[in-house]
């Protein structure tokens, strides 16, 4: 039985699907097609390093531009639901509206399949840079860490993976944690002792043969006596420190 739109009376085709008694095109001229829960989010962004903070992550980023492109593939999806008969709906791409900077206007291009026919439609967002500082920037300002633990050149699942084990399983060290911050090819790890910051690279090294190596950089005074914050590099052995 043939179906038609109860808008434009368009019968049901491969190319303009009708799906409740809606067409594809009618959908889209009616702006059902996606809903657009909210069109303004506003996201923390260090002023002082570029990090952005995607979730309960922050990430480093070279600038305005790469901290949207993240935005943009990790957030934006988060606020449009499908409409009615839309599958398969996804982010296809994105082009700025105005100028990368604290307030920016981007259009998002949605791809999705509606009665077996592929779309794409385009919606605007304004994002808003919080600016403020990371934790990281902030940490180095106070001089509170003691201790810090970089990961590089690691596969991030693997290594997600490793330190959720580790983590889970040792309370005093998730207590000696100050926070952990993504970087481009790893990752960094604050503590507040050398102590546990060694501790987890011994558990690493044996999980994931990664070879250590400490460095010390003097951090000032403390109680008369001259404080020294650990650093250690964590990395494959076939990869030269």
Same mark, same amino acid.
Not at 123 to 129: A, E, G, H, P, S
Not at 150 to 153: M, Y
Not at 155 to 158: A, G, H, I, L
């Given at each position: 039985?043939?179906?038609?739109?109860?808008?434009?009376?368009?019968?049901?085709?491969p190319d303009?699907?009708?799906?409740?008694g809606v067409?594809?095109?009618c959908r889209?001229?009616?702006?059902?097609i996606i809903?657009q829960v909210k069109?303004e989010i506003?996201v923390?962004?260090?002023?002082?390093c %570029?990090a +952005?903070?995607? *979730?309960?992550?922050?990430? #480093?980023?070279?600038g305005?531009?790469?901290? @949207?492109h993240?935005?943009?593939?990790?957030?934006?999806g %988060?606020? +449009?639901k499908? *409409?009615?008969?839309v599958? #398969?709906?996804?982010?296809d791409?994105?082009? @700025?509206?105005?100028?990368a900077s604290?307030?920016?206007?981007?259009? +998002?291009?949605f791809?999705?399949?509606?009665g077996?026919?592929e779309?794409?439609?385009p919606?605007?967002?304004?994002?808003?840079?919080n600016p403020?500082?990371?934790p990281r920037?902030?940490?180095?300002?106070?001089g509170e860490f003691e201790?810090v633990v970089?990961?590089?050149?690691v596969?991030?699942?693997?290594l997600?993976k490793?330190?959720?084990?580790?983590?889970?399983?040792?309370?005093r060290?998730?207590q000696?944690?100050?926070?952990y911050?993504?970087?481009?090819n790893?990752?960094?790890i604050?503590?507040?002792n050398?102590?546990?910051?060694?501790?987890?690279?011994?558990?690493?090294s044996s999980?994931?043969?990664l070879?250590?190596?400490?460095?010390?950089?003097?951090?000032?005074m403390r109680?008369?006596k001259q404080?020294?914050?650990?650093?250690v590099?964590?990395k494959?052995?076939?990869?030269?420190?």
């Open positions: 039985m043939a179906r038609f739109c109860i808008y434009c009376g368009a019968e049901d085709t303009n699907p009708v799906v409740e067409c594809l095109r889209i001229k009616r702006g059902e809903e069109k506003r923390d962004f260090c002023k002082v %570029g +952005v903070r995607i *979730g309960y992550k922050w990430i #480093d980023t070279g305005f531009n790469e901290a @949207l993240h935005i943009v593939y990790n957030l934006l %988060g606020l +449009v499908p *409409g009615i008969g599958s #398969d709906l996804r982010i791409r994105y082009e @700025l509206v105005t100028s604290w307030r920016t206007v981007v259009r +998002v291009y791809r999705g399949v509606y077996g026919k779309f794409v439609y919606l605007d967002f304004i994002v808003y840079l403020t500082k990371c920037c902030k940490m180095v300002e106070s201790a970089q990961i590089r050149d596969q991030f699942k693997v997600e490793a330190l959720e084990k580790v983590f889970s399983r040792d309370k060290l998730r000696d944690l100050v926070d911050i993504e970087v481009k790893g990752i960094d604050y503590f507040y050398h102590g546990a910051a060694r501790k987890l690279s011994r558990k690493l999980m994931l043969g070879v250590v190596k400490e460095n010390y950089e003097v951090a000032g109680s008369g404080r020294a914050r650990l650093y590099s964590l494959p052995s076939n990869i030269s420190h």
